[in-house]
Structure formats: C-alpha cells, structure tokens
C-alpha cells in the first residue's frame, strides 16, 4: 500500500486486507501524517501492515529502485493505494514488478483532469466546453469564448479543492489568482502550472460505481449527490441507489462505459461523476478508485458489495465477489455536517437524539477541540449522518431530518 487518505478509506483498505486473509506492507514518506489523524489513545489501522517502509514516494525513480529492492525480500503480490495524488505512482510499481492493475498511462490521464478532457473529447465522449489554460491572459481569453457562468478547476487536486463557479471576469481573477497560491498539494507535490475552464452543467449530479476486470465493467449502480457552498462545489450529502427512470440510468451508465473505454481502465475499481443535463449525460471526472465519502459503505449496506474488498481482489488478479445479497435495505444515505465559520468546536448539540434514531447506520462527530475553518472543500467536515430505508428510497429524506437535529457550537476566534 503506497501511502493512503486519511479518511474512512485508510480503515476500509486494511479491513478488506485483513478480512480476505492477506498482510500489507505500508509505504510513506511520513509517518507522523497518519500518526496524527488517529484518535488519541488508539492506534491507526495503517499500522496493522506487517511492514512499515519509510522512504521519498513523491520521487518516483529512486521509490522504483527502492520498491524494486524490498520486493526481492518481500515478494509482493499487488500494489494499492486509496490516495489519489499517488494511484499513477502505485500503477507504475505494479507495471515495474510485473503485478495486476491498470496501465499507468491509463491512471496518469484519468487523474489530470486536462488529460481526460482532452482524451474523452477526442473520443466522442459527451462532456462540457472546456479549455486548458496557463497565463491570465489565456484564461480570460478563452473564459469569453466560452461565456459565462464556468468553472474554473485545477487539473491535479482532489476533493473540490479550488474548484469554484465564476460568474464574471472579476470572479474568474479571484479564484485563478486563490489557485495560483496554491503551488504545492497537501502531499508536497508542486502542481502543474494550469488550469482547467469549463462550461458550467447544469443539472443533477451522479456518480456510476463500477468495478473493472478482465476487459469488463461491471456496473454496481449509480449514486446521487447533493452540493452546496456555492461558489465552491461541497457534497453535502449522498444516496445509494440514485432515484433515476431507466432512460437516466441507462445513459449514465453507458457514458461510465465509454469514458471507462476511452481512458483504456481495466482492473481497477472506478468512480465516474456525471451531470444529466437538459441535453443529455455529460462527464465531470472519472476516478479510478473507489469511491469516497463512504460512498463504498452505502452501497455495501443496500447490495452486499465490499467494493473495498474489490478493489484488493483486481489489485492481486482476482475475480471480485460482486454477487448481490439481501441485506434488509432499499436505500442509504450519508449527510455531512458542513461548517460556514472559522473557529473551534465546543461540542455538536443533539448528537443523542441522533443515535437514537430509527434506521441510523453511523453518526460520526468531530472531538471537541478541533480547528474549524467555513468550509470550502470537501475537507472540512464536522461529521456525518448515515441512515437506511428497508422499504423505498426514503434513506435521504431520512438523513435531513436528522441533520437538522445536530447543532454545532463553534466558538469564534
């Protein structure tokens, strides 16, 4: 495993690891980042790896030749990782030692969103105008030849870091200029020196769940999503299956195929966000691994899928167990707490109404103490709500309804 988030998927991956009988090797660059985000008093799960190697993952010739060099003593049988500024690194490992996975050409241009516009477009994939620019003076030339409303992204962040709704030059200037200061990601990598404008999409958001192996998708379903904080773009909020009609659907997931096809992933778990236009389904991104904000977790609890175990099965050449079970739930939903102010958290109020709700899965809160900032990414979070419906597709309402009973007190600096 070459390094991990340090979110609910850093406990999943080592679950489904340890829960179909195998051991993992852990490697980082730093340790202490995943020390910290252990609650006090336990240990992380990412310490449960036989092996903690620590050496630089961000220079990937010298972790080749290092990877290289523990692999003649530790005879590895797959590489995994659930942090995507370094799935290219881990298909590149995986190619080098002759393991199962993903080209890395393949990964490389699905996780630079400049790559895979350029890639699905040339292919015919439906997606949205878009341009790839460096210099301000390019951005606003080609922010007019667009029109707008827009988007404007980087090509290489995750979460919905910096991605940011414009609606006039002026806004565009800001949020290039708030990207600009941004050089290095949180991994300390610099970024590329681009940006990504887009045509703004309107309409619901899904996400296709799929699971690639042996030249074929397999589609486990769709996902909705709800978004907030305008300009940025938050998810606030989830549900398995989506309530789509068929016609819905069936585009959605035949534009999953052919952006899935059009990128050459294979063996891989992947998350595809599309947007069902007026004009038809229209591709945001694809992720190639699994999805997160527990999205994985709603869709185990509606069909039996470990869609963690998935990915640990393509990562070693297995045929993933995607059988379907009943498991006494139609629906799942997971709403987050989203702060909209600086300060510390004192405590969340209602928190006990909450457990006690009919039909709650997980409640998950910040400790009282932590550092809040008003939320302009997915990475602020105060919490989740989780909730099921064993009779239709009430598993969302569900899941607002308790939101509203959760009051954060947030004590201002």
């Not at 099921?388 to 309804?401: H, I």
Request: charged content about 20%; glycine content about 10%.
């Amino acid at each position: 495993m070459v390094e991990s988030w340090v979110g609910s998927m850093s406990r999943l991956l080592p679950r489904a690891v340890r829960e179909a009988g195998h051991e993992f090797t852990f490697l980082t660059r730093d340790l202490h980042h995943y020390l910290r985000s252990a609650p006090e008093g336990t240990a992380h799960p990412l310490l449960a790896a036989r092996h903690v190697l620590t050496t630089e993952t961000n220079g990937t010739d010298a972790l080749l030749s290092f990877v290289e060099q523990a692999h003649a003593a530790l005879r590895f049988d797959g590489v995994i990782t659930s942090c995507d500024y370094y799935l290219p690194t881990a298909a590149r490992i995986a190619g080098l030692l002759g393991l199962p996975g993903p080209t890395p050409e393949a990964v490389g241009n699905a996780c630079r969103k400049d790559a895979t516009r350029r890639i699905l477009a040339g292919a015919g994939v439906p997606g949205p105008r878009f341009a790839v620019c460096a210099e301000w003076a390019e951005v606003a030339a080609e922010a007019r030849d667009i029109g707008y409303p827009l988007v404007l992204k980087p090509v290489d962040l995750c979460a919905g870091m910096f991605v940011r709704r414009v609606d006039d030059e002026a806004a565009l200037a800001h949020a290039y200029r708030a990207l600009a200061a941004f050089p290095v990601n949180a991994r300390g990598q610099r970024r590329a020196p681009v940006v990504l404008i887009e045509e703004l999409l309107d309409g619901p958001e899904v996400s296709v769940e799929t699971v690639s192996s042996g030249g074929s998708v397999h589609i486990i379903g769709a996902t909705d999503k709800s978004v907030g904080g305008a300009p940025a773009f938050i998810e606030t909020g989830h549900m398995f299956p989506a309530t789509l009609d068929a016609a819905d659907t069936a585009a959605a997931e035949e534009t999953a195929r052919q952006a899935l096809g059009a990128l050459g992933l294979d063996e891989v778990v992947a998350h595809t966000e599309i947007k069902l236009t007026a004009a038809g389904p229209r591709l945001v991104e694809v992720n190639p691994r699994p999805a997160g904000n527990r999205i994985t977790e709603l869709v185990r609890h509606v069909t039996g899928i470990d869609l963690a175990a998935a990915c640990v099965d393509v990562a070693l050449g297995r045929e993933p167990d995607l059988r379907r079970r009943a498991t006494g739930l139609t629906s799942a939903a997971i709403g987050f707490l989203v702060p909209d102010q600086d300060g510390v958290l004192e405590t969340v109020d209602g928190a006990d109404v909450v457990r006690a709700a009919e039909g709650l899965l997980e409640l998950q809160l910040a400790d009282p103490g932590k550092a809040v900032r008003a939320a302009g990414s997915n990475n602020e979070y105060l919490g989740h709500v989780m909730a099921g419906d064993a009779r239709g597709p009430g598993a969302r309402a569900s899941v607002e309804a308790l939101l509203t009973q959760l009051r954060p007190r947030v004590v201002t600096r």
